[in-house]
């Protein structure tokens, strides 16, 4: 199973950007999917999740209603629409997968995901 984060890059505070994961190696249909980020000196913070055969999704308080997760089936990527971006959101942010679903508390822990991207960088600057 591979994950490959894109789509981070520099920003103004208030703006836009698109984070995308590519996944492959296998059939996601039962996995769940998440964006975690880690900023400089903090734990790695969960962001968002989806649920590929559902695509019912999950958020963190921190980015609910800024933030919005998706999946294509066709093409296997996730991607991370944010809006309204702010200083507190610079971090690298990491896609993940984990087969099966569980509980909103066990979505949230990075020991659940058995696989992980590299990691994009996104800053936002005031």
């Known amino acids: 199973v591979q994950l490959q984060a894109s789509g981070g890059g520099l920003v103004q505070s208030g703006g836009s950007l698109r984070l995308s994961c590519a996944a492959s190696?296998?059939?996601?249909?039962?996995?769940?999917v998440a964006w975690f980020r880690q900023a400089p000196g903090k734990e790695r913070e969960f962001v968002a999740a989806i649920r590929w055969g559902s695509a019912n999704t999950y958020y963190g308080d921190s980015v609910k209603g800024r933030f919005t997760i998706s999946r294509d089936n066709a093409e296997n990527m996730i991607y991370l629409e944010m809006n309204s971006l702010k200083l507190e959101d610079t971090a690298v942010y990491y896609c993940?997968?984990?087969?099966?679903?569980?509980?909103?508390?066990?979505?949230?822990?990075?020991?659940?995901?058995?696989?992980w991207g590299q990691g994009t960088q996104v800053t936002v600057s005031s």
């Open positions: 190696g296998r059939t996601f249909g039962s996995d769940t």
């Open positions: 993940a997968t984990k087969y099966g679903y569980g509980s909103f508390y066990q979505l949230i822990q990075t020991n659940k995901y058995d696989y």
